[in-house]
């Protein structure tokens, strides 16, 4: 079920306290909660009462037009924003991330759209930088190598011809792969995703898909952030739209329709979801179905 | 002939890198895409074949600077023949000291993406204020007064460093006002230091001084110093890959290591004989070949050296990534202000003096100079430090050359003019052909 959640924006709504969708079984608790999360720039409302449940092992396909508010969202995620109301839960306690190294240590990472990967340094020197490993103050290389190849071998991320090759002779797909698993490498518990399959072609597109999948699948909470419907719906457990800075919808992915999605997108309200849900018809914003749960 | 011009640079390289052994990987030769052969091949034939199609896709790392060596050896060679005597060789080896060391305080500011235009009169600065140290009535020990003008070039390199980093300013202006302010301290320090610097000019009495660019060691030490260096490099480089193969991890072939150190030797062997015709193997050579083994290390086996080509390679990911961009902006203008320090104490002891008329703004261009040719980018993140001792050298040559054909100022400009310009080239057509999918 589609559940609205788009409030006024101060109180934590009361709908989303349980995590589980119909018709799927959520086999783990919400790792992030947000409850009526907003966010303004002076007089500008970027993001208007957001609730959202991230469960581990699952993706979260975040999908909205342009300045529908998902990289702010992300934003107040990942530590760079502080949001102006709200509040986040981290493993069901109340967490304020004042600064992207609040959010490292907390176990987020966020893979920027930009992969943020130095060219000129080599797969293992750009997947610890920042981490190196020492002894006796000198880098150890041996394993830091060993460290790097076993978080690849994970991600069964197999396709580099050798992992001291710089990272820019890889293919994009790579890159993000490298990108990935960098991020994991930190203990990540969340990893968000920004426009991740963006620009590649599509072998490598399917590389960063499986990718995607695998994060999920050895427990991580994923965020994704798409604008291709088509990916979103390969790889999404669950979907959540927003529009305007509201979450218009949120729930399943097999819920959703590339239609459905679209007119959440583009006007903040879907006929087709209603159809053959028997519940709200539309959903508007500001209105409240309270149908999730 | 030309082959030994070739061999002792070759011998600082091979020495270098079997000194210090910096990067078990594409890492410190970051100009180069795709691995490095050394981890692609199963043996010697392989290694040489994926050597070759590297040169040819243009990823040649120092080969140009050392074909180009050859061929400023042979022409100087042919046009004088006392160009590859002992004793030009030996002459020609305090010339580049002070050339080498400038070059290498350039490249660690050039590696950034930054630069540092003051470096020369940085060098003038330090060598002035431990001229002056072992020159009053009742002089400092030699030790401290060299520290002491390491100190102070260090510090000017700091503060730098510091302006440009707190003012956001970009570090051209910064070390422009640099450039001439130092020019007017140096002149104002020769004021101060009445008649000791009496027509500007301070010459050095001290023998230790002296010695560092124009004495040499015994013809037995030579050899004894070459056979432990080679030595030790070599067990060090041997067990490092035995280490990387006991964790699975690839290691370049034996045969590849064995025929690296003994070309090492070979090299070193071909020049220390050259040498000692001449007296011996001057000091300044080893002392280089101990700077740049350091210098490998900072940059190579230390965090602050990866992070430093990470700040270079792209600052936003290395902000990203938790590192602290001022303080690695400060230290490596520190660094370059260490280096620039060195080169002052150098060329005060080739010349035996050091004066106002130091052409503090004319040496900072031999520095960039030498950078670029030995392969560091302009633009940050690329190059090496054996790359700017080499480039160092190259320019030392020409200076060498063209003032043996008696060519006198007119020629050495121009010389270094066209060699700059033709490694530019090279490397830029290299990258051409060799832009990645």
């Known amino acids: 079920m589609v559940a609205n959640s788009a409030g006024d924006g101060a109180a934590p709504a009361a709908v989303g306290a349980a995590p589980a969708m119909t018709g799927t079984t959520v086999a783990y608790p919400p790792l992030l909660q947000l409850r009526g999360v907003g966010r303004n720039f002076g007089p500008v409302q970027a993001l208007i009462g957001v609730d959202l449940d991230i469960p581990a092992g699952q993706v979260t396909a975040l999908v909205g037009d342009n300045g529908a508010g998902k990289s702010t969202l992300v934003k107040c995620i990942s530590g760079i924003y502080q949001p102006s109301s709200g509040e986040l839960r981290w493993k069901g306690n109340p967490v304020h991330i004042h600064s992207p190294r609040d959010a490292t240590n907390l176990g987020i990472a966020t893979v920027y759209q930009d992969l943020a990967l130095c060219d000129n340094l080599d797969i293992v020197q750009n997947m610890m930088l920042g981490h190196e490993q020492l002894k006796f103050g000198i880098l150890d290389e041996v394993s830091m190598e060993l460290t790097a190849k076993q978080t690849l071998h994970d991600l069964r991320v197999t396709s580099v011809r050798s992992i001291r090759q710089p990272v820019g002779s890889l293919s994009g797909g790579q890159r993000q792969a490298v990108a990935v698993a960098k991020a994991v490498m930190l203990d990540a518990r969340l990893v968000i995703m920004d426009e991740p399959t963006a620009a590649l072609g599509v072998s490598q597109t399917e590389l960063v898909i499986s990718l995607i999948r695998r994060l999920a699948d050895t427990g991580h909470a994923v965020i994704m952030i798409s604008h291709n419907l088509n990916d979103v719906l390969a790889v999404a457990d669950r979907i959540a739209v927003l529009y305007l800075g509201r979450l218009v919808g949120v729930g399943p992915a097999a819920e959703f329709d590339r239609q459905s999605i679209v007119d959440l997108m583009t006007t903040g309200a879907s006929a087709r979801l209603g159809n053959g849900h028997g519940s709200a018809a539309a959903i508007v914003p500001g209105a409240r179905t309270g149908s999730e749960g | ?437």
């Not at chain 2, 078990?24 to 392989?46: C, F, I, K, N, R």
């Not at chain 2, 030797?265 to 015709?277: E, F, P, Q, T, Y």
């Not at chain 2, 700077?291 to 290395?318: K, P, W």
């Open chain 2, 1 to 437: 002939m030309a082959t030994k011009e070739s061999g002792d640079l070759d011998r600082e390289q091979q020495a270098g890198s079997v000194a210090v052994a910096g990067e078990p990987a594409a890492g410190a030769a970051s100009v180069a895409v795709g691995a490095a052969p050394e981890l692609l091949a199963q043996s010697l034939g392989e290694y040489g074949k994926i050597w070759l199609r590297r040169v040819r896709s243009g990823e040649s790392g120092a080969l140009p600077v050392v074909v180009g060596l050859i061929a400023l050896g042979i022409y100087f060679q042919s046009s004088q023949s006392h160009f590859l005597s002992a004793i030009n060789i030996f002459n020609l080896m305090g010339q580049a000291g002070w050339i080498i060391t400038i070059a290498m305080a350039e490249a660690c500011v050039l590696l950034l993406g930054e630069i540092d235009l003051s470096v020369g009169f940085n060098a003038a600065i330090g060598a002035t204020v431990t001229a002056w140290m072992v020159s009053i009535h009742d002089p400092f020990p030699t030790a401290v007064a060299i520290l002491a003008g390491l100190a102070v070039c260090a510090a000017i390199g700091a503060i730098q460093g510091l302006i440009t980093v707190w003012l956001k300013i970009p570090s051209f202006i910064v070390t422009l006002a640099g450039l001439l302010g130092l020019n007017g301290v140096l002149i104002w320090l020769f004021e101060k230091t009445g008649n000791i610097g009496l027509g500007g000019v301070i010459s050095l009495h001290n023998t230790f001084l002296f010695d560092l660019t124009t004495g040499e060691m015994t013809p037995a030490t030579g050899w004894i110093v070459l056979v432990v260096g080679v030595v030790l490099g070599g067990a060090y480089v041997i067990t490092r890959d035995q280490r990387r193969r006991r964790h699975g991890l690839v290691a370049p072939p034996l045969g590849v290591t064995l025929l690296k150190i003994v070309l090492a030797g070979g090299i070193g062997a071909a020049l220390v004989a050259v040498l000692n015709v001449a007296g011996g193997v001057p000091w300044v050579v080893p002392i280089v070949i101990v700077l740049l083994g350091i210098m490998t290390i900072v940059l190579t086996r230390i965090r602050f050296g990866r992070y430093l080509y990470a700040v270079g390679g792209n600052a936003e990911a290395a902000r990203r990534a938790g590192i602290n961009l001022s303080r690695i902006r400060v230290l490596a203008f520190t660094f370059c202000g260490l280096l620039a320090g060195v080169t002052g104490i150098l060329y005060a002891s080739l010349l035996g003096s050091i004066s106002t008329d130091f052409q503090g703004g004319q040496y900072v261009l031999y520095a960039v100079a030498g950078a670029v040719i030995g392969g560091i980018s302009l633009f940050g993140g690329r190059g090496r430090m054996l790359g700017a001792v080499l480039g160092g050298f190259v320019v030392a040559v020409i200076y060498n050359g063209v003032d043996l054909l008696g060519l006198g100022a007119a020629g050495q400009y121009i010389w270094t003019a066209l060699v700059l310009l033709a490694a530019v080239a090279l490397d830029a057509l290299a990258r051409r052909g060799s832009t990645p999918a």
